[in-house]
């Protein structure tokens, strides 16, 4: 008898925990809004890849600038920002990191989304096409009728490829992408089931120590030098429904972005505390830059580039994704 | 065979596989460089457990596991009961159970994802929707398989139909439901790390392997895969257990060799 009511207990417990989170949100969040210098809403949930790009969150977070203007950020780890446009529209997230390739790809498909902020952008050397020590392939020409690992079809991988390509005089015709995730990237070149793999760090300098594999090209010059890479999004009705929590969330990321612009170190102290990248890794790995405003030309030229290598079917027109930009900092 | 023998059966198995992979990577049949030894992912296995992060994951993956599985339980349970005693409405939802029951629960996840909007809710309920299955199946059969004369029996001393639900029914099917039960926790594991590494989260098994992966720590990844076996077999351990005390006779009628 004495073990049924422990499990009757039990389920109860769980039946009055799911009930109480169901209820939650309301009525609390409306009774702090007057107290917060009106806040919509202060307590946010922030998807973030557990990779460099999103660091100025972690700093301003730990830095307790968010705290300063009245803000409670829950960082959640997510694996990409394809699935976090489901969870922004289930208001699982509230604000989320996302590619702008990805974003912009979603808009044209009509989800309604919105940039809040400018995360990082690449740095030579920052995303790169490896080969294995021994590989023929010497220059991008040898790259005719190979085959190229990329992490996704139709994003940032493969487009800075074609990009690459079209200087060699090739097209993405003339080669076969596969997708690999990068931590599978450095089986897949050294069994051969593909030539090249487009990597990112931490995977290049980790590969290129470890398994000797050889730099073929950055493919993040030209066309695509300084390219923008990542940013913040939410969704249109969030931004509508919050414009004084979104103005306070830029501005504490904002404190956080000028000091990940400015100093290397606090980048690497932080990077190890919310991914898997060792202190040691933190500090020799090739960062690019994080960009301290959100700039609609240097997006534009993202989408512009989408539609030429046809990964857009038509013009996008970015200065009607942005959300009001903070007046610029005294 | 008695349980220590066949513990040292299991040991000597696992043992020997470990030897082999370690062989194979220390030989270089295997690369080190892209699958780090069994050696080095016990020790950092081992270590797991000094890793706040890790420990929060583990106890917010095994909370939202053994609530969902509490959660199908509790659902599966009585609704196994109406269908198995009513065979009218057991027959006309039959085709929209056996249309539910084979999609593959991971591909629900998305879709839970977008409709579901908190990320506990959500997590449970792709959880409680797959370990649904087994339970309420080994119950609706279990029903069926009740002796009919035990039944007959009751009712001619004049029992009615919950006296002989409680008093027979049920007692009798309660070996096939842990059975269910048992089948279900498997699963339910399975997609609680799943909707994590799917849709992400503050913390989790599947959040943790997500890091892991995105800072290149294969070992990590590895140490956190083990760690998650460890759970399942140590749930699995506990119920089989408990089917073996508490249905000793079940098990003497049915005649299983235990």
Known sequence: MRRTSGALTFVLGVAVTLALAACGGGSTDSMKAAANNGLEKTKLKVGAIPIPDPAALYIANTKGFFKEEGLTIEPVTIQGGAVAVNSLKSEILDISQTNYVSTFSAVSKGEKLKLIADAYQAGPNTFV?????????????????????????????????????????????????????????????????????????????????????????????????????????????????????????????????????????????????????????????????FPTTLNETRLQRVADLMAEYGILTGKLDVTTLLAPQPAATP | MTIGARTLRGAVGVAGFLAAAEAAIRTGLLDARLLPPPSVVLREAALLPADPVFTAGLTGTVSRWLGGLALAIALAVPLGVLLGSLPGVERATRPLLEFLRPIPSVALIPLAILLVPDDFLMKVSVIVYASLWPILIN???????????????????????????????????????????????????????SAELLAGGAEGLGVFVIRAGSGNRTDLMLAAVLWAGLGGMACNAALVAAERRVFRWHHLRSGVAS
């Open chain 1, 129 to 289: 096409l490896m080969v294995p020590k021994n590989s023929p392939i010497q220059t991008p020409a040898d790259l005719k009728g190979k085959t190229i690992a990329v992490n996704t079809f139709n994003n940032i991988g493969t487009l800075a490829v074609t990009a690459t390509l079209k200087v060699a005089g090739l097209t993405k015709d003339d080669v076969t992408f596969k997708e690999f995730q990068f931590p599978q990237m450095a089986a897949a070149l050294t069994t051969g089931q593909v030539d090249a793999a487009w990597m990112t760090e931490p995977f290049i300098t980790v590969t290129q120590s470890d398994l000797g594999t050889r730099k073929l090209v950055d493919t993040m010059s030209g066309q695509t030098a300084n390219f923008p890479i990542a940013g913040w999004m939410t969704t249109e009705e969030f931004a509508k429904n919050n414009p004084k929590t979104l103005a306070a969330f830029q501005r504490a990321l904002a404190r956080g972005q000028e000091i990940a612009a400015k100093d290397r170190k606090e980048v690497e102290a932080i990077v190890p505390t919310y991914t898997s990248i060792k202190k040691e890794t933190a500090a020799v790995i090739t960062l690019g830059t």
């Open chain 2, 139 to 193: 119950t609706v059969y279990g029903l069926r398989e009740v002796d009919p004369l035990a039944k007959d029996s009751l009712r001619a001393f004049g029992f009615g139909r919950a006296s002989v639900l409680l008093r027979v029914s049920l007692p009798s099917t309660a070996p096939f439901i842990v059975t269910g039960v048992r089948l279900s926790a498997g699963i339910a594991l399975v997609l609680a790390v």
